[in-house]
């Protein structure tokens, strides 16, 4: 599912799954059935499908707190994500990560972080061997809005302009970071005009529109691939959940989160398609029907999934790997 060919109507199908399952996840967690936080993606669909489409499967991505959508446009498998969620031995990181340290190494994704920015450095290191070893291979940090103010950011960016590096900063401007406005944090006007700082390509773009995020995303990566450094890329989208369920989000009133659910990224793909004429309301409707049987399935298999043994905890912990040069 992960090409740097994809069409409009296979991200549409994406991003319909990833939010089947966001909506799932919400009402497991409603009826006390998920254990842990969630902080849900819906609304932000198009930024993680348009990125990760423009992506090849040996490509690694970083993802945040908020990683779901990341986790499943690069192919994570269902089953075990559900059952990482649920915390059980099936899942990807065999339960013991949850909703926020979501991995899978063997298709790039070098894990969602609970830190914020965590993921940043953790991209410039893996773009560093990449560019090390000469596998042309390009690393994706996912971050929010916040994640742009603290130290790790300015630090990574510099150094991967100097070493110049194959790595793409994607930044989810989704309007707050936690409870604040980004107005509020930070007195710039674009977040993209950072990379200046850092003699890097800078851009913005709609991030609720998944064909402008994936076309970019395109251009950012062959620039990479090419040798040609980093790119920031800032995608401008909103989260239509609070910062994580249950919050009670005295900081933004119900006005605005309508105003943004008025541009849902899966709407405006719908009518480009509409438009194009490639789907109607009938294959849209048969769309969402296959995600929820997909969805439902992987539920399934993860209440069926056996729990994590407590005698493995400490399994994993160390590595047996001879590091060279040390």
């Not at 707190?65 to 269902?78: E, F, N, Q, S, T």
């Not at 790119?231 to 994580?244: A, D, F, I, K, P």
């Not at 249950?246 to 900081?251: F, L, R, S, V």
């Given at each position: 599912m ?6 409009l ?7 319909v799954?990833i939010?089947t399952a966001?909506e799932?996840l ?6 006390a059935?998920?254990?842990?936080f969630?902080?849900?993606y819906?609304g932000?669909?198009?930024?993680g499908v348009g ?6 499967p040996?490509?690694i991505?970083?993802?945040t ?14 089953d075990g994500?559900?059952?990482?969620l649920?915390g ?12 926020m ?8 994704i ?5 830190i914020v920015g ?7 290191g893996a ?6 070893t000469?596998?042309?291979r390009v690393a994706v940090a996912f971050?929010g ?5 603290i130290?790790?950011?300015?630090e990574?960016l510099n ?7 194959p ?7 989704n ?6 406005r980004v ?8 977040i ?6 850092y ?7 709609d ?9 970019a995303?395109?251009?950012a990566?062959d620039?990479?691939?090419?040798g040609e450094?980093p ?14 369920e ?6 933004r009133t119900q006005?605005?989160v309508?105003?943004w659910k ?6 405006t793909a ?7 004429g490639l789907?109607d ?14 969805v439902?399935?992987s ?9 994590v ?10 590595t047996d790997l ?5």
């Open positions: 992960i090409g740097n060919e994809g069409t109507l296979d991200m549409y199908k994406m991003m799954l939010r966001e799932t919400l009402r497991l967690f409603e009826a059935e998920m254990p842990g969630i902080h849900s819906i932000e669909e198009a930024t990125v990760c489409r423009a992506l090849q040996r490509d991505i970083t993802s707190h908020r990683g779901h959508g990341h986790v499943i446009a690069k192919g994570c498998d269902l994500f559900f059952a990482e649920y059980r031995a099936t899942g990807t990181c065999k339960g013991k990560g949850g909703s340290h979501v991995a899978d190494l063997e298709l790039g070098y894990g969602a972080n609970g965590g993921g940043v450095p953790i991209a410039a773009a560093l061997a990449s560019s090390m000469g596998d042309s971050m809005d916040g994640a742009t103010d130290g790790p950011f300015h990574t150094l991967a302009a100097v070493w110049n590096l790595v793409v900063f994607v930044v989810e401007n309007g707050y970071a936690d409870f604040i107005a509020d944090h930070q007195n710039i006007e674009r993209a005009m950072r990379a200046d700082a003699g890097m390509v800078g851009e913005t773009v991030g609720n529109d998944v064909e402008a995020v994936h076309r995303t395109t251009a990566v620039r990479a691939r090419r450094g790119t920031l890329l800032e995608c401008v989208t909103y989260r239509w959940r609070g910062h994580y249950g919050d009670p989000q005295p900081y006005d605005e309508e105003s008025a541009r849902d990224p899966l709407k719908e009518a480009r398609l509409i438009e194009l789907a309301a009938a294959l849209f409707d048969a769309i969402r029907r296959e995600a929820a049987s997909r439902d399935a539920v399934a298999f993860a209440r069926n999934s056996p729990r043994d407590p005698t493995s905890a400490l399994e994993d912990v160390y001879e590091v060279r040069g040390w």
